[in-house]
């Protein structure tokens, strides 16, 4: 019983986290707090819906025994479509980019192929990782935060929650998967803010 209610608690948790990420990411990119890269989000809209179709077909899965994967799914797509509408030129497909989504493309194609699922899983993580390399790229390139620290902390709690309620090894991959990359996002935000900080003090002098 005390297991059961830990893991509905870690499942609303999750569910509630997410929706508010979703409400202030659109919110920020609204007005123009942030800008966060089209290409990053439509690459977590197609691997994250492969990632929880290809879960659930490799055994007796529920939306619920992944909720991290499931309410990624609406996450993505609805912060995509906001990106869309509401950010500027900066958030457009660059050269880089459509390198990136032929690299998901062809995961893709496996996946239509073969129909291994668990291999396909696999894979779709690879496609969550090359998700990233945009923002990593701009933030690299241009050091200039475009992104909040607010809601990825809130992004990187999500997954961690999610622990307690995921069930099978797929759903533990995906969620180590999405701690690793965000710390390692959220490490490289802070040295933009480093890199940035210290030249304001060096103009001032």
Known sequence: MHEILIRQISIASVSLLNLAITIWYCWLTYKQKIKPALAMWIFFTIAV?????????????????????????????????????FGDHTTRFSRFDKACLIAVLLIVGFWFITKNHFVTHALTQGILVIAYFPVLSRLWKTKKNGESFLIWTGMLLAPLLSLISSKGT???????????????LMLLMLRVEYIDKKQFVRDQN
């Open 170 to 184: 797929l759903a533990t991959i995906y969620s180590v998967r999405a701690i690793v990359c965000i710390s390692v």
């Open 49 to 85: 819906a492969i990632s929880l179709t290809t879960y659930m077909e490799s055994d007796n899965f529920s939306l619920f025994d992944n909720i991290l994967n499931t309410t990624d799914l609406a996450l993505t797509a609805i912060v995509s479509i906001a990106i869309y509408i």
